[in-house]
T-cell receptor, first 114, second 112 residues
Framework: NAGVTQTPKFRILKIGQSMTLQCTQD?????MYWYRQDPGMGLKLIYY???????DKGEVPNGYNVSRSTTEDFPLRLELAAPSQTSVYFC?????????????FGNGTRLTVT | DAKTTQPPSMDCAEGRAANLPCNHS???????VYWYRQIHSQGPQYIIH?????ETNEMASLIITEDRKSSTLILPHATLRDTAVYYC?????????????WGAGTKLIIKP
């Protein structure tokens, strides 16, 4: 199994550009998450999904959008990139709620907005 | 805000046991304590979790105090590859679900 796969690994955006960070998992997990991690800090939850067609905001959703049309895929969209969105983005999945099921993480997308 | 408190950094000699403390004094009776680690900016890796009993797996042991207000993660024979940031996490309610809130963790450095 590949687990959780994120693409791209690195990206540089200009202010105001848009992009989609891709995330796919092959474990048939119901729950999927997007986190961002700034240098020296813990992870902050951006959005999460408890199943196909259902998404909810996390701690820091402003400037981002998500969709969950299939169980496997959970893309994260940045519409108008800003320097404050420079960060490392991690996608994760779990079988059940995060308190009851371990999270499986991808290897991250390092995004720089200049 | 994180519901756990961890020291920002610790050292441990290679081959010795690494004991990482965590305070979670506001934990509720049905909340699990989770431990993850993050090696060199990779995605975090699940280590172990527990509710009230001590737990052990192939990676580590988790000791939870009787009042559940603190816990200790034990890596029995630390190797250089165990150098990482270790996160102790409990859940918080978010909308109709629960989420894990991550603090800054403990940076563990294993020294030869």
């Amino acid at each position: 199994n590949a687990g959780v796969t994120q693409t791209p690994k690195f990206r540089i955006l200009k202010i105001g550009q848009s992009m989609t960070l891709q995330c796919t998992q092959d474990m048939n997990h119901n729950y999927m998450y997007w986190y961002r991690q700034d240098p020296g800090m813990g992870l902050k939850l951006i959005y999460y999904s408890v199943g196909a067609g259902i998404t909810d905001k996390g701690e820091v959703p402003n400037g981002y959008n998500v969709s969950r049309s299939t169980t496997e895929d959970f893309p994260l969209r940045l519409e108008l990139a800003a320097p404050s969105q420079t960060s490392v983005y991690f996608c994760a999945s779990s079988y059940g709620q995060p308190n009851n099921s371990p999270l499986h993480f991808g290897n991250g997308t390092r995004l720089t907005v200049t | 805000d994180a519901k756990t408190t961890q020291p920002p950094s610790m050292d441990c000699a290679e081959g010795r046991a690494a004991n990482l403390p965590c305070n979670h004094s506001t934990i509720s009776g049905n909340e699990y304590v989770y431990w993850y680690r993050q090696i060199h900016s990779q995605g975090p890796q699940y280590i172990i979790h527990g509710l009230k009993n001590n737990e052990t797996n192939e990676m580590a042991s988790l000791i939870i105090t009787e009042d559940r207000k603190s816990s200790t993660l034990i890596l029995p024979h630390a190797t250089l590859r165990d150098t990482a940031v270790y996160y102790c996490i409990v859940r918080v309610p978010m909308d109709s679900n629960y989420q894990l809130i991550w603090g800054a963790g403990t940076k563990l450095i294993i020294k030869p």
